[in-house]
């Protein structure tokens, strides 16, 4: 097994300014991580409402001179103050919502100009300073935006990065997707400070591959702690304020596992199973989006027992296969009408047992030509 050092550098200022102490902290890879089984087994399956209330249906509108592409492109979905972003990732943008789903405008432009971009990889909402986090890559700086989308700051990066998180005031970590540079030093995710002077380096960049991969590796904020998974891997680890550990390793079946990852043969992964980053960690539910046999499914745990698969047989679960983003406190699930027309039909007056909302919202409407993407919000069952 192979070990990732994380090395924590700090400034302990006691008496003296000049006095130092430097800590090393092992990433804790055990065999006592919990396994998290997508088997067959459904002994312990519920319908997602027993888990999760719905609480609002929100059609995402574009313009014609702001178009959103498909729910496949969705890379981030920020809930904050009744505001929704969404970072388009076909069309390189952030499109501000209101709670409605009625479209706002953009934040930031494309161009080479200050406060613009050509290429975004993502956007992140820094809650200790209220305002928006742009990461773009071309060019290589991070943007900093108000919450009405107003250009404020802009810091070019010594280093390439696809994904940010911010721990606190002092502590931002990003995902470097095989992005080597000087500073990365052939680590996949950087911690830095404030100022984006990095502290912390950990997860060797697989020495085969040097090809950034947006399906599948980079990190998820929980509501308390921070995840992370490399490329293909089905290991998930766990970051907070005492390190990182190996907390989940998910078992996706003989068919679906890859245990030796092997960069050469990324496209014969296509068949295989791994988490994706939509994905969401929250109290003691676990939700893992991936795909089975290039078909999406999402499976929820709690306590490590899978209580809810799209995959269970019942058709009404699999209305809600596609991937999800834990943010303002609440559960953003991505639903693409077209591709539920069937079961929509079908299953009416059962769907509308459990969810009115979904029938009241579709009511009299051809769902098939239905190109916007959907987000259903989705509250913690008390």
Do not use: H, W
Not at 21 to 26: L, M, Q, Y
Not at 124 to 143: M, Q, R, S
Not at 266 to 277: A, D, H, R
Request: hydrophobic share 35%.
């Amino acid at each position: 097994m192979i070990k990732y050092f994380f090395n924590f550098f700090f400034v302990l200022f006691l008496i003296l300014p000049s006095c130092r102490n430097e800590n090393k902290i092992t990433i804790e890879e055990t065999d006592n991580q919990n396994l998290i089984s997508t088997g067959l087994d459904s002994s312990n399956l519920t319908q997602i409402n027993n888990i999760l209330d719905l609480e609002n249906v929100i059609e995402l509108k574009g313009s014609d001179t702001n178009p959103i592409s498909n729910t496949y492109f969705i890379k981030r979905v920020l809930n904050v103050k009744d505001r929704i972003y969404i970072l388009d990732e076909r069309f390189s943008a952030i499109l501000m919502y209101d709670i409605n789903g009625n479209f706002i405008g953009n934040v930031g432009n494309k161009g080479i100009k200050k406060g613009e971009f050509v290429l975004i990889e993502d956007v992140y909402y820094d809650e200790f300073n209220d305002i928006l986090l742009a990461l773009c890559n071309t060019p290589n700086k991070l943007i900093k935006f108000s919450l009405d989308g107003k250009f404020l700051s802009e810091t070019y990066l010594k280093f390439y990065a696809s994904d940010l998180i911010v721990e606190n005031k002092n502590s931002i970590y990003f995902y470097v997707n095989q992005n080597n540079s000087p500073l990365a030093q052939q680590f996949n995710v950087l911690r830095t400070d404030s100022n984006f002077n990095v502290l912390d380096r950990a997860f060797k960049i697989p020495p085969q591959n040097d090809k950034a991969i947006s399906s599948t590796g980079g990190l998820i904020k929980g509501d308390k702690n921070i995840y992370f998974s490399l490329p293909y891997e089905r290991n998930i680890y766990e970051i907070n304020s005492n390190g990182i550990k190996l907390k989940y390793k998910v078992d996706f079946g003989k068919e679906g596992n890859i245990d030796d990852v092997d960069f050469k043969l990324s496209n014969y992964y296509i068949k295989k199973s791994y988490p994706s980053k939509k994905s969401f960690f929250v109290s003691d539910l676990v939700g893992i989006n991936y795909l089975k046999g290039g078909k999406k499914v999402l499976d929820i745990f709690k306590d490590e027992n899978r209580i809810f698969s799209s995959i269970s047989g019942n058709p009404i679960d699999n209305l809600f296969n596609e991937g999800a983003f834990y943010t303002g406190n609440k559960i953003f699930m991505i639903f693409t009408p077209k591709f539920k027309i069937e079961s929509l039909i079908k299953y009416k007056e059962e769907i509308n047992n459990f969810f009115p909302l979904l029938t009241e919202n579709f009511k009299g409407r051809n769902n098939s030509n239905i190109a916007s993407p959907y987000l259903l919000v989705f509250n913690l069952r008390k």
